[in-house]
């Protein structure tokens, strides 16, 4: 009898053994849970790294598929929608002494400030600063940037409260300009989007760059046809004198 006796397990025993138990259950159900939330972390960053891949690849077609840099804007604006409500987008580059820029091209909205292209702004505050330092320049309220330059000023009070990015349009051998890329009121940029915005801006400055060159051989071959035409009219006259 003693010995059937000494076989049970004390009462207190057998409760710190359940707990025991119970809290390893409980572990493991915390473990899953923690493991299942890592996964679906993980799948969230997989899934935005895709979007912005696939925005990216979207973006190329855009830009290798457009005649123009403002069509190239407006197809850079239209796969940007998917991710950012943009207001607008305007691209400045650099003039001749490289004191000012000027308003090439844009794609805005229809209630946007109509700024004309050939506007020009000077090279001073934040314009200055993405030329410089070649980064993004968030301001979070344009109108204030915009004060500071005089063809600029009087459209600032349309603008109040709307936030904008600066980037740089550079390649590898010269610095265009920057891209102004402007959101509604009261909208903010995510850190994708502005990772996503960069990007983009490399493929406005190989389209821009593209762009000048075959402007640059457009204007090439116009002056080769309009030597032609002059030697083919003074050969004619050398010819009516002979006779």
């Given at each position: 009898r003693r010995a059937k006796f000494s076989s049970i397990a004390p009462a207190g025993d057998r409760y710190h053994s359940g707990m025991g138990q119970q809290a390893e259950r409980v572990n493991l159900d915390m473990g899953s849970v923690c493991d299942a939330s890592a996964i679906g972390?993980?799948?969230?960053?997989?899934?935005?790294a895709e979007e912005r891949y696939r925005t990216l690849l979207d973006a190329s077609t855009a830009v290798a598929?457009?005649?123009?840099?403002?069509?190239?804007?407006?197809?850079l604006r239209g796969v940007l929608s998917s991710t950012s409500n943009l207001h607008g987008a305007e691209l400045y580059v650099l003039g001749d002494t490289a004191e000012s820029l000027q308003v090439l091209a844009f794609d805005r909205?229809?209630?946007?400030?109509?700024?004309?292209?050939?506007?020009?702004?000077?090279?001073?505050?934040?314009?200055?600063?993405v030329l410089e330092e070649q980064k993004p320049v968030f301001l979070p309220d344009v109108s204030q940037e915009m004060s500071k330059h005089p063809e600029l000023a009087a459209f600032a009070p349309e603008v109040v409260g709307r936030s904008t990015y600066l980037f740089p349009v550079s390649t590898a051998q010269k610095r265009y300009g920057l891209l102004s890329l402007t959101k509604l009121q009261g909208q903010e940029f995510s850190p994708e989007e502005v990772e996503l915005m960069g990007s983009l801006a490399s493929h406005v400055a190989v389209a821009l760059e593209c762009a000048l060159a075959r402007d640059a051989a457009d204007l090439y071959q116009r002056q080769?046809?309009?030597e032609r035409d002059r030697l083919k009219?003074?050969?004619a006259w050398g010819l009516s004198d002979r006779y």
């Amino acid at each position: 009898r003693r010995a059937k006796f000494s076989s049970i397990a004390p009462a207190g025993d057998r409760y710190h053994s359940g707990m025991g138990q119970q809290a390893e259950r409980v572990n493991l159900d915390m473990g899953s849970v923690c493991d299942a939330s890592a996964i679906g972390v993980k799948k969230q960053a997989m899934t935005s790294a895709e979007e912005r891949y696939r925005t990216l690849l979207d973006a190329s077609t855009a830009v290798a598929d457009q005649p123009t840099v403002k069509a190239v804007l407006r197809s850079l604006r239209g796969v940007l929608s998917s991710t950012s409500n943009l207001h607008g987008a305007e691209l400045y580059v650099l003039g001749d002494t490289a004191e000012s820029l000027q308003v090439l091209a844009f794609d805005r909205d229809p209630d946007a400030p109509s700024i004309k292209a050939g506007t020009r702004i000077l090279r001073i505050g934040a314009v200055a600063q993405v030329l410089e330092e070649q980064k993004p320049v968030f301001l979070p309220d344009v109108s204030q940037e915009m004060s500071k330059h005089p063809e600029l000023a009087a459209f600032a009070p349309e603008v109040v409260g709307r936030s904008t990015y600066l980037f740089p349009v550079s390649t590898a051998q010269k610095r265009y300009g920057l891209l102004s890329l402007t959101k509604l009121q009261g909208q903010e940029f995510s850190p994708e989007e502005v990772e996503l915005m960069g990007s983009l801006a490399s493929h406005v400055a190989v389209a821009l760059e593209c762009a000048l060159a075959r402007d640059a051989a457009d204007l090439y071959q116009r002056q080769v046809a309009k030597e032609r035409d002059r030697l083919k009219l003074d050969m004619a006259w050398g010819l009516s004198d002979r006779y």
